[in-house]
């Protein structure tokens, strides 16, 4: 029976800040070894298309699960999209610009940002993210959103941001980078891997996944067999079934090795 693995990206395939900007060999042998043995590989990620980097593209995955589960492409075929509502997003952008928030749109291909906004251009560039795919001038009322960004400049600007938890709504905060993401609570990673499950009609006892962020735990306590990366936070851990070495040390190829063959 074939088996179906995802792959987070920072931290787990990657380390932008480390100075690891591409998927290091090993892993990449790995990794074309599950495939070669007719397994798919698949990346689950937060980040939009517009935010991965030319090497993942051509790559040669099985699919994507981008947005934490808004927007779910198996092979070249879309399975699954949520946007976010576009009303709720005309008002977090007026609230946005009154309190100095700059922010990101992130849509199914282009993500949508204010050329003056260069804080969180410079954020981008310590990711090494292309600007292939930003676009300056758009029309809020015909952009589809899937996930917000925000970098705040001040207290209030994070307390506003803070209070944006609600039923619908959670987000991911990075005090150091003084950084938001805002997504739908409804999308996750787990349910965009329970969608390609499905599609490729894979059981669940079959299905792997390796992370380490706070957006990865319900992914790894979901699939069949969960790995944390060693640079994980101790709670991450907690939720995987195993635990792999670090980024810097190619844990994804020694848990692959270790957890799947």
């Given at each position: 029976?074939?088996?179906?693995?995802?792959?987070?990206?920072?931290?787990?395939?990657?380390?932008?800040?480390?100075?690891?900007?591409?998927?290091?060999?090993?892993?990449?042998?790995?990794?074309?070894?599950?495939?070669?043995?007719?397994?798919?590989?698949?990346?689950?990620?937060?980040?939009?298309?517009?935010?991965?980097?030319?090497?993942?593209?051509?790559?040669?995955?099985?699919?994507?699960?981008?947005?934490?589960?808004?927007?779910?492409?198996?092979?070249?075929?879309?399975?699954?999209?949520?946007?976010?509502?576009?009303?709720?997003?005309?008002?977090?952008?007026?609230n946005f610009e009154q309190r100095n928030i700059?922010?990101?749109?992130?849509?199914?291909?282009?993500?949508?940002?204010?050329?003056?906004?260069?804080?969180?251009?410079?954020?981008?560039?310590?990711?090494?993210?292309?600007?292939?795919?930003?676009?300056?001038?758009?029309?809020?009322?015909?952009?589809?959103?899937?996930?917000?960004?925000?970098?705040?400049?001040?207290?209030?600007?994070?307390?506003?941001?803070?209070?944006?938890?609600?039923?619908?709504?959670?987000?991911?905060?990075?005090?150091?980078?003084?950084?938001?993401?805002?997504?739908?609570?409804?999308?996750t990673k787990a349910t965009g891997i329970l969608?390609?499950?499905?599609?490729?009609?894979?059981?669940?006892?079959?299905?792997?996944?390796?992370?380490?962020?706070?957006?990865?735990?319900?992914?790894?306590?979901?699939?069949?067999?969960?790995?944390?990366?060693?640079?994980?936070?101790?709670?991450?851990?907690?939720?995987?079934?195993?635990?792999?070495?670090?980024?810097?040390?190619?844990?994804?190829?020694?848990?692959?090795?270790?957890?799947?063959?």
């Open positions: 029976m074939n088996k179906a693995v995802f792959f987070d990206i920072d931290g787990t395939l990657m380390d932008c800040l480390n100075g690891i900007t591409d998927i290091r060999p090993r892993v990449k042998e790995t990794i074309r070894s599950l495939q070669a043995n007719g397994d798919y590989v698949f990346i689950a990620t937060g980040r939009p298309y517009a935010f991965l980097n030319e090497s993942l593209y051509n790559f040669g995955f099985d699919g994507f699960v981008l947005t934490n589960g808004a927007y779910v492409k198996v092979k070249e075929k879309c399975i699954y999209k949520e946007c976010l509502k576009r009303d709720s997003i005309k008002e977090l952008v007026y700059q922010y990101i749109l992130q849509g199914e291909t282009y993500s949508y940002i204010k050329d003056e906004y260069k804080k969180l251009h410079s954020f981008y560039d310590s990711f090494s993210i292309s600007k292939k795919y930003f676009q300056s001038e758009y029309d809020l009322e015909k952009v589809e959103t899937y996930k917000i960004e925000m970098l705040y400049n001040d207290k209030s600007g994070m307390d506003y941001c803070l209070n944006l938890a609600n039923d619908d709504y959670d987000y991911i905060h990075n005090i150091e980078e003084k950084s938001f993401e805002l997504y739908s609570k409804s999308n969608r390609v499950l499905d599609f490729l009609d894979i059981p669940i006892e079959n299905s792997y996944a390796f992370g380490d962020g706070k957006n990865d735990i319900e992914m790894l306590s979901t699939v069949g067999c969960g790995i944390a990366m060693g640079n994980a936070e101790d709670y991450v851990k907690e939720h995987a079934k195993e635990v792999t070495d670090t980024v810097q040390n190619d844990g994804v190829a020694l848990g692959i090795e270790r957890f799947i063959y």
